[in-house]
Each structure stands twice: as structure tokens, then as C-alpha cells.
């Protein structure tokens, strides 16, 4: 019933999609290789800044037409930036795949008005202004850039208000004709998509794109961990981060790292739920991996109560030794299959998310995998996979950093 | 439409309802399970109760303790959640449709048979109390629940948390005697949406549920709300802006007008809020207005934070366009909301858990579910000419406004006619 379909325009711009003619909707996506690690220092945040620009206007629209058009496909369209992507998407119904496909490759050519770039200043600014009221008040971008020093996976998405007020039009300009080269980017779709159709549109609209070189380093990051403490006497919680080295996207063994990050720190049921969640030690507390580009981290989060933020440092590294030397259960690991196969069945039912699936996948570069593929992927995964993987990324060598009102928490020993 | 949408449902002699949406071409299923023990039945000196009952229901019951039953939910790959509104308090979860009745018998296990172990009171007291805890550093939602607060009076305007005053004085008696009171079948909905064969499925919840012996209804006192305006001093960066004003619950005829204007407003990239405040001015990253309905009441919801040098002028722009919206709307503004309206419909109609949402929202509303069909032809329906008659009987006006940051904010006379 569903069927991957790809196809390179003579100027490297690579079109994709899953397509299956039963669903009721259709998905679509620009990919673009940017992020804030192609940024350079003093222009941090323009990958982010120039994803809101996007929807700010062309030659052909202004900015008010193109949010008028979005709105009169009855589109449900978005926009995200990473440290390795920038994806601009919007949902539709079938019958409007071509008006949706020429209106996202305009808008992918943006003008870059200095009135409207001003105002959108201002927008982002507002941006960064709430996010630093909000848990983790900065904290996740301080320990990004503490755990990977001086490596470009370090730079904060968003940027700073000072490097942001900083940015002018001619500035993004240059960035742009550095990155947004067609063979940088993809056009991916799922749904009810008639694909060679997608293929004449994107040949019409995106063909003319000039291509040029837009590599990346990917150097491996040099990790580092150490202990720091941010103090933020308004907060009423403790947080507690932790980054440890993971697999990159590409590594083998990432399919194993994420079973063992389900059982040790998943939501429910796993081994931080009960030393945490089940007592009301923490309010909150997890782990997940950010995969990279040639590098990798696993994140480990508490949010608790201060008075036990010592406490639960301690009892963290407690648990990371112990499951380190004693590795999981079978049953532990069969219970995560089973939990993780039904995810994805859940998540492959919307359209959507598998549109994001496949950019996503052609962002790594590794060979298209199918729900099925992936679901069999984990289910392929042994216990001593999983035990390796837990010897391999020492959840207990980390960068550790708190935030909150405790002024005189300690590294846990 | 896509396909015919198949509504089901069954009226139990216990008054418990199900109701089911068949959606066979998944290989998911998703349930809700509202029961009629919202936080509007906290006694008002044990505030919290509904949710830390909740919470005590979920350490074991019937044969499994606390570990085996989550052990059991990982085992059938359930994505499961619970929460407690004023009305209700909630059980839902989604997984392959072929795990389902199985969850649907732990869940009833739980509803009927809850072990309340004395040794596991004090973990879910302090489960509670960080709730609490947390919603301090939350600082939007801060905002929003004193305004619901303001504007619904007690008990319907409470938040289900409670305090930890409230909380520290709750015992296993009165968790119990909540259960006992509470927990009834006669307002229950049991929702369920994807793949399944119904005539097993009213067996199977019949066949768990069924004996589950009614009760009455506790009576609850309301107290008048005081809409003032108020003003919470924190030090943030940014100053949050919360607004409710006067709209018509989801039961009433004119329910579709009042959307539609709301949609207006807030649906969509070219919405007036977006539009005016964040676009032209760039004064905020979010605005927004959202409807939200009790059985007999209703308010629209507007929300924007900014920082305090702009957030006067803010709140002036957000009161000029809510004034603005009961002179009237464009021919333009309503086609596009129908044609989102129409596409957004359409989306919901591949999530499982959406609709198992939705439809047992209907039913608590209405006694029914309004199928797809017919709020679309009701969307459709609407013309400018009518929307903008219910706009100019029901304008907005008698604005709540409550505001969260470093500087209290000047509210106008003529928008706080209420105070």
C-alpha cells in the first residue's frame, strides 16, 4: 500500500515521499543541512532568525500574503531550527499539493526586507525573553556549550539578544547563499502524494536554484564534563541536567543506546521511574539521546524539589553505577521492545510524522528505512547489545550543571 | 469528507455510557474513561483530593501491586495518561488494537477493585505536592489558572492541584471516602476510537462494568465568581497577560457563531491576533485566543507574554482588537476559517486518540456526537451576515484581566465594566 519514491533535480535538490493512496492528507517538508553549528560566533541565532524570514516575504509575496495563502490551503504549516536542520512544513489535503509545493519553494527564497527584518528583530528577541523564564532558565544552552567547548555543537540555537540585535540583512544574506544551495536541501512528503506530479512541481519551482558547495566539518566533539551550578533565586525547583557522550546518528549501536535509554530513564516504568517518580523523589526526571552528526549525547534531567536536589545528585549516580555494573534484564528489555513497537505503530498512523521521518532520515544520509524496518531494527537488538552500550556511554562521566535556588549543591561522589 | 464517519454507542442499565468511533483502517486503538470525580467535589478545606485519589488509584489493584500493574501497562505497549478536571477526573491510553481489551480490564480492575495500600499514601502525598510545586515555575499557566479562578468563582474556576496545606491534611479515609462517592457509572464515559469489533467490545466493558452499582450525584455549592481584574508581582523578564471575556457553552445553539468569531481572532497565520500584534508590531513571540467551555458556562481565553517596556501597549492592542471583533468580520476572514476548519477536521480523523478524546467530550457535553458531517455543514452554514449579527448582540466586552510580572499594568475603565 505505501511506497518510498526519490528523485535528484539536476541541481542536487532531492525529492522523497512515502507515498499511500488511502490517506486522507498529504504532508510536505523542505530539509535544509542549517544549523546552529554552521554559525559563526558573532552571527548566533541566524539560522533560527532566518527560519522565521522565511515566512517574511519573496519578490513575488509579501509577508502578509504568504501567511494568507498558508491560511487559505487550510495548511497546518510550521517551522523548526536545530544545531543540524532547519525543516519548513505544512500539512494539506491532497487536492492542494501543487499550490502548497509552489508556495513553501517560493518562500524558500526569501527577500529579506530590512523593514520586515526589524520587526521580526523584535519577535525573536521576545523569544529569547521567554524561554529565559522558563525551566531550565538558560540552562540548557549553558551546558550545551560547557559539554562541547569549543566544538560548533555548542552554539545556542536561538542566539543571545545581544548577537541577535547585532544581525543585519546582508549578514543573513551571506549565510543564506551559504547553505541554501539545492543540494543541501530536501523535499520530502507523505501521504496521499501523486509523485511524479511532486517531481514536475519541484522541477518547476525549485529547478532554477543555483547549486553550490555547502559542506560541513563534522569533526568529532571533544566531550568534557565537570559540575556547574547556575543560581536562580526566583525559581521554586531544582533542575538538574546531565549531558554524557552518545551515539551519532550514523553509529550502529544507536538502535541499543535507545533501548537502554527507555529502560533506565524512560517516563514510566523505567529504572529512574521508580528511584524517582513513584516516591515523589522528583517532579520529573528522564533521559533521552540527541544524535548528531559525528557526535552524540544522552540528557539526563530532574526537576525536584530543593531541599532533595543533593540527595537525588547522589542517588542518580547510585543508580548509573549500578545499572553499569550489573547491567539490564531481559525482561526489562523486552518489556521496552514492547512499548517502543507500539509507539511506532501509533506514530506511523500520522501522516505527518512519517513526512518527518523521511526528511529526517535523509538528514543522517543513512539508506531509507519503512516503520516495519525500524520497528524490526529494535526488535533485533540482544541484551548484550544493550549492556555494551551501557559500558560504551558512561552515563556517570558527564557535564553536569543545576539550576535553581540551591547555591551550595556538590558534584555527587 | 473522507469516508463515512461510524458513530456507536450503549447506554448500560447502570447508566454507564460507551461510546466508539470505528476506524478500521488502523492498527491502533484509543480509550478515555471519564469519570464525574473532578476537583469540583474537593471538599474546600481538602483541596487536591480528586487528584491525589487518582494518584492512589494507580499503586495497585485487584491482584497487581503498584509495580505490576505499571509492568502490565509496558506489556500491551500502552501510552497511557491521567488527569483530573473540574468536572472529571481521567484514564486514557492508546496501543495496538490488539492489546486492547486486556488494558480495558486493568483499567476497570483499577476503577472497581483499588488496593490503596497505607504503605504507598505518603510516596503519592509527595507525587502531589510537587505538582504544586512545579506549577510555581510555570508562569503562563500561573497567569491563565488565576484567571480561570477570577472568572468561574469556585468550585468551577479551580485548578485540581490544590495546596500544600490542603494536601498535607488528606488521609487514606478520605481518599477512600472519595472513591466511595464518587466513582459512579451513571455520568461515566467510557470512549473508545480505531480498530475494533463493537459487538465484543460492549460485552467486554459490559462484562467488566456492568455491575458497577450507581449512585446520586453530590450537590455543590457555586460561589459568584469575582471577575476583578488582579495582578500577580514576580520578577520575570517578561510580563504575562491573560484575558477572558463572556462566550456561549458548546451545548448552545449559537455554539458555531461564537467559534467561528473566536476563529477569526486566533485560527491560523493570517488571524487578527497574529496578525496585529505579533506581525505588524512584533510585540510578542505568542498570542493567542482559545474557547473553552463548562456544561452551562463558556469564556474565551486570550494569552500573550511579552516584556514589561512593551507590555502596556500589548494589552491596549489585544483589548482594541477584541473590541474591534464585535464590529464585524470580512467575507474573507470567514472563508478561510471554513476551509481550515474543513482540513483541520480531516487531520483529527487519523488520530485515534484524538477522536477518543473528542468524542467522549461530546458526549459530556451534549449527550451525543456532533459527527464530522455536521459541524461541517454547520461551518459551512455560517454566513457574514450571521456571525455578524451574534457579534453584534453578543460583542465582546466585561474583560477579565490578570497579568503576572515585575509592573502591574494599567487596565482601562471602559474594558472592566464588570469590576
Redesign the interface.
Same mark, same amino acid.
Given at each position: 500500500m505505501t511506497s518510498y519514491r526519490q528523485h535528484e533535480l539536476a541541481n542536487g535538490l532531492t525529492v522523497l515521499a512515502e507515498c499511500n493512496p488511502?490517506?486522507?492528507?498529504s504532508a510536505f517538508g523542505f530539509f535544509v543541512k542549517a544549523g546552529s553549528r554552521d554559525e559563526h560566533k558573532q552571527i548566533g541565532g541566524v539560522s533560527h532568525f532566518l527560519e522565521h524570514m522565511v515566512?517574511k516575504g519573496t519578490p513575488n509575496r509579501t509577508?502578509?500574503q504568504?501567511?494568507?495563502e498558508? !491560511?487559505?490551503?487550510?495548511?497546518?504549516?510550521n517551522a523548526r531550527t536545530s544545531e543540524e536542520s532547519t525543516i519548513y512544513h505544512a500539512?494539506?489535503?491532497p487536492e492542494f499539493q501543487t499550490q502548497i509545493v509552489e508556495l513553501l519553494s517560493d518562500t524558500m527564497r526569501p527577500s529579506l526586507r530590512p523593514e520586515d527584518f526589524?520587526?521580526?528583530?523584535?519577535?525573536?528577541? =521576545? =523569544?529569547i525573553?521567554?524561554y529565559? !523564564?522558563?525551566?531550565p532558565y538558560g540552562g540548557y544552552e549553558r551546558i550545551m556549550e560547557e559539554f562541547f567547548g569549543d566544538h560548533p555543537l555548542g552554539q545556542s540555537v536561538l542566539g543571545t539578544t545581544e548577537t541577535v540585535s547585532a544581525m543585519t540583512p546582508d549578514q543573513m544574506m551571506a549565510y543564506f547563499q551559504q547553505r541554501y544551495s539545492p543540494s543541501n536541501i530536501a523535499l520530502a512528503a507523505s501521504g496521499n502524494i501523486d509523485f511524479d506530479l511532486l517531481v514536475k512541481d519541484a522541477e518547476n519551482c525549485c529547478g532554477s536554484w543555483e547549486r553550490f558547495d555547502a559542506s560541513r566539518s563534522v569533526q568529532k566533539a571533544d566531550y568534557r564534563s565537570g559540575f556547574i551550578s547556575m543560581h536562580q533565586p526566583? *525559581?521554586?525547583?531544582q533542575y538538574i541536567l546531565q549531558l554524557a557522550p552518545g551515539p551519532a546518528f550514523s553509529d550502529d549501536d544507536r538502535f541499543a543506546a535507545r533501548l537502554m535509554n527507555t529502560i533506565v530513564g524512560d517516563d *514510566?516504568?523505567s529504572r529512574m521511574?521508580?528511584e524517582f517518580? !513513584?516516591?515523589?523523589?522528583? =517532579?520529573?526526571a528522564g533521559m533521552g539521546g540527541y544524535e548528531f552528526d559525528g557526535s552524540g549525547s544522552i540528557m539526563t534531567f530532574i526537576?525536584? !524539589?530543593p531541599d532533595r536536589a543533593q540527595e537525588n545528585l547522589n542517588r542518580l549516580l547510585k543508580l548509573q553505577r549500578d545499572v553499569k555494573a550489573n547491567g539490564v534484564t531481559q525482561r526489562e528489555l523486552d518489556?521496552?521492545k514492547?512499548?517502543v513497537?507500539?509507539?511506532i505503530?501509533?506514530a506511523s =498512523?500520522?501522516?505527518e510524522t512519517r513526512m518527518f521521518s523521511v526528511g529526517s532520515q535523509w538528514l543522517t544520509g543513512l539508506p531509507y528505512l519503512t516503520a516495519s524496518e525500524i520497528a524490526a531494527a529494535y526488535d533485533a537488538v540482544t541484551l548484550p547489545q544493550v549492556n555494551d552500550a551501557l559500558e560504551k556511554w558512561t552515563l556517570e562521566t558527564n557535564m553536569t550543571l543545576v539550576v535553581g535556588p540551591c547555591e551550595d549543591l556538590a558534584a555527587a561522589v | 469528507m473522507p469516508q463515512q464517519q461510524t458513530i456507536l454507542s450503549h447506554q448500560f442499565p447502570n447508566g454507564l455510557t460507551l461510546v466508539a468511533q470505528s476506524m478500521p483502517e488502523l492498527e491502533s486503538a484509543a480509550f478515555s474513561i471519564s469519570i464525574p470525580a473532578g476537583c469540583r467535589y474537593d471538599p474546600s478545606d481538602k483541596r487536591g483530593l480528586a487528584n491525589f485519589a487518582c494518584e492512589m488509584l494507580l499503586r495497585g489493584s485487584g491482584d497487581l501491586t503498584n509495580r505490576q500493574f505499571v509492568e502490565a501497562l509496558e506489556f500491551n505497549g500502552v501510552d497511557h495518561s491521567s488527569s483530573v478536571s473540574v468536572y472529571n477526573t481521567n484514564f486514557g491510553g492508546a496501543m495496538l488494537a490488539t492489546h486492547l481489551h486486556d488494558t480495558l480490564r486493568l483499567f476497570a480492575t483499577m476503577l472497581l477493585d483499588p488496593l490503596f495500600p497505607a504503605d504507598q499514601l505518603e510516596d503519592g502525598r509527595q507525587v502531589c505536592l510537587m505538582e504544586v510545586a512545579s506549577l510555581e515555575d510555570e508562569l503562563a499557566q500561573r497567569a491563565i489558572m488565576e484567571l480561570r479562578s477570577r472568572y468561574y468563582g469556585d468550585p468551577d474556576g479551580r485548578s485540581s492541584e490544590g495546596s500544600f496545606e490542603s494536601l498535607q491534611s488528606i488521609t487514606m479515609d478520605d481518599i477512600r471516602s472519595f472513591h466511595q462517592q464518587h466513582y459512579r457509572p451513571d455520568e461515566t464515559i467510557v470512549s473508545v476510537a480505531g480498530k475494533f469489533d463493537w459487538d465484543a467490545l460492549r460485552d467486554h466493558i459490559g462484562s467488566l462494568l456492568g455491575d458497577w452499582e450507581s449512585k446520586p450525584a453530590a450537590a455543590v455549592e457555586l460561589i459568584e465568581p469575582t471577575k476583578q481584574n488582579y495582578h500577580i508581582d514576580f520578577p520575570s523578564e517578561q510580563t504575562h497577560i491573560a484575558i477572558a471575556y463572556p462566550a456561549l457553552p458548546y451545548r448552545s445553539e449559537e455554539y458555531f457563531l461564537n467559534r467561528g468569531s473566536v476563529g477569526v481572532l486566533s485560527d491560523g497565520l493570517s488571524s487578527r491576533l497574529f496578525t496585529e500584534v505579533r506581525e505588524k508590531r512584533g510585540l510578542c513571540y505568542t498570542v493567542s485566543a482559545s474557547y473553552h467551555s463548562l456544561r452551562d458556562r463558556a469564556c474565551v481565553v486570550c494569552y500573550s507574554s511579552t516584556t514589561k517596556e512593551r507590555a502596556q501597549e500589548t494589552l491596549d492592542v489585544l483589548i482594541e482588537q477584541l473590541t474591534r471583533l464585535g464590529n464585524g468580520i470580512e467575507a474573507d476572514e470567514l472563508r478561510r476559517l471554513q476551509i481550515q476548519v474543513r482540513s483541520s477536521l480531516i487531520m483529527q480523523q487519523e488520530s485515534c486518540r484524538a477522536r477518543a478524546s473528542a468524542i467522549a467530550g461530546d458526549w459530556m457535553h451534549l449527550g451525543r456526537v456532533r459527527t464530522l458531517d455536521e459541524i461541517s455543514d454547520k461551518i459551512n452554514g455560517l454566513t457574514v451576515e450571521s456571525v455578524n449579527q451574534f457579534l453584534a448582540e453578543h460583542p465582546p466586552r466585561d474583560f477579565v484581566v490578570v497579568t503576572l510580572g515585575a509592573e502591574a499594568l494599567e487596565s482601562h475603565r471602559d474594558i472592566v465594566s464588570a469590576t
Open positions: 488511502q490517506a486522507y492528507t515566512f509577508a502578509e504568504v501567511n494568507l498558508l !491560511d487559505e490551503l487550510g495548511s497546518n504549516s500539512a494539506v489535503l526589524e520587526t521580526e528583530k523584535q519577535v525573536i528577541i =521576545e =523569544e525573553k521567554m529565559a !523564564d522558563q525551566p526566583v *525559581s521554586s525547583q *514510566s516504568g521511574y521508580w517518580l !513513584d516516591s515523589g523523589a522528583a =517532579e520529573s526537576c525536584c !524539589d518489556l521496552a514492547r512499548k513497537a507500539s509507539h505503530v501509533l =498512523e500520522r501522516t | -
